[in-house]
Every structure is written in C-alpha cells, then in structure tokens.
C-alpha cells in the first residue's frame, strides 16, 4: 500500500498563510481527495461552489471577519426593504408631483423635480464639507445614521400624496435632501466596514463581491417590486356612461 502524506494548500495573506483546503498525495503519484472535495463534484456541490465563488470572497470564512456573514445578512435584508419602500415613494412622489392629472404642467413638474436634485446635490455637498473628516471617527453611528435619515426621506416622499399641490416642492426637497445624506454617509460608512471585514487585506475582493450580492438583492427586488406595484395599484373607477336608460 503506498504511503501518503498530507499537503496543505494555503490561501495567502498579508497578515500570514490561512488554511484552504487539505487533500492527500500518495508517493505513487496518485491523488486522493477528502470528501468535501468528491462531494463538490456533484450537481449539488457545484452549484453551491458557483454561488459561493459569485457572492463570497475568495477564501471565506478564513478570509473574513467571523462577523462577516450576520453584517451581510442583515444589510441584504435592509437594502431590500429599502428598494420595496422606494418603489412606493416614487409612486407617491409621481402623484404628487400630478402625473395623472388633467391639471398638472408637465413643464412645472419638470421644473420642480430639476430643483428637487439640484437642493438635494446642494446639501450632500455641504455635508461632505462639514462632517466628511468625521466620518471615519464613529462608522457605526453613521451607519445608522444613514439609514435613519434614509427612512425619513422615503416618509416625506410618501406624505408628498397628502400635502397640498402648493407644497410638493418643499416636502420632495427635504425628502431628496435626506436620501442624499443617507449616500454620503453610508458610502463613506462602507470603505470603512469593508476593510474591517477584509481579514487578509483583500478588500477589493470584499467590495466585489458585496457589489455582486447587493446586484442580486435589486433583481429580487424588481420582481417583488412589480408584484406590489401591481397588488397597489388603484382600482379602475366606474365609467358611468350607463345614466338613467329610457
């Protein structure tokens, strides 16, 4: 019976070599692999490899803060529920705005939402200006502070449907003004996040594949958005062309 002898395939670092994967060669030259790795070669296993080598960073979990997967989880489910929200606050922020309406000016709505961005573009910069080297100094405050403000914008761009005509300007300003901080704060946020979460310095590794999964949060998002916009929708209004008969 040839002998073998155990090898180690080691996923470098710049804090060390991090364990992979192990398998055995014998001296014959033959190659026997662990379980793990037959199993992998299964319908079920490849799948699961493609999905992990699509959405996780190379080397997970070693290559990662034990933290990494619950931060992932929970942010995947916030970005989520944010994107189903948008999708209601961009339908109330279109009626507010009078799309629909026989008495609406489509060149005053154009006008009002050019001056929606511009307030909004004005007031990131102005807090990229003021808060910007305070950042890094407290992520998670910010962080949440992101997605406080974020909630508050998508909640006056939902009131702009209750608010008269006269102040739709005023209340899709504000709400743009608080998304904008939101991106400022939470795209700041982010840089630091991920190279915490990075273990083995690979933070573009990191940042990809945090891109990948936040792209197949946003397809799950259309779909479950249009199923909603759908069951929103509001219902047809009778004709009433059929008056009194005779």
């Known amino acids: 019976m ?17 364990p992979r994967r192990r398998f055995t060669i014998a001296y ?44 992932q989880y929970w942010d995947s489910a916030q970005g989520l529920c944010s994107y189903l ?36 573009m004005i007031g990131s910069l102005a ?13 998670k405050e910010w962080r949440l502070f992101a997605d406080v403000i974020n909630d508050v914008g998508l909640t006056l761009q939902l009131a702009t449907t209750l608010l008269p005509r006269r102040h739709f300007l005023l209340a899709s300003s504000a709400a743009t003004l608080c998304v904008s901080l939101c991106g400022v704060a939470a795209g700041a946020t982010k840089a630091s996040i991920t190279a915490h979460l ?14 990948a999964q936040e792209t197949a949060i946003t397809l ?15 219902p047809p209004k009778d004709g009433g062309d059929g008056g009194d008969g005779g």
């Open 2 to 18: 040839a002998k073998v002898r155990e090898v180690q395939e080691y996923w470098v670092s710049r804090d060390g070599a991090l």
């Open 28 to 71: 014959s030259g033959a190659v026997e692999v662990d379980k793990s790795k037959q199993e992998s070669r299964g319908v079920a296993g490849g799948l699961r490899r493609s999905l992990q080598d699509t959405f996780l960073p190379r080397g997970y979990p070693e290559s990662v803060r034990p933290e990494y997967l619950d931060y």
């Open 85 to 120: 929200r948008g999708i209601i606050a961009a339908k109330a922020m279109f009626q507010g705005a009078g799309v629909g309406s026989k008495d609406a000016s489509p060149l005053a709505a154009a006008v009002q939402w050019v001056l929606r961005d511009g307030l909004g």
């Open 127 to 139: 807090f990229g200006y003021a808060f910007g080297r305070h950042l890094d100094a407290d992520v």
């Open 198 to 211: 990075a273990a083995g310095g690979n933070v573009a590794d990191v940042s990809a594949k945090e891109g």
């Open 220 to 234: 799950a998002g259309l779909v479950l958005g249009l199923l909603m916009a759908n069951l929103l929708e509001d």
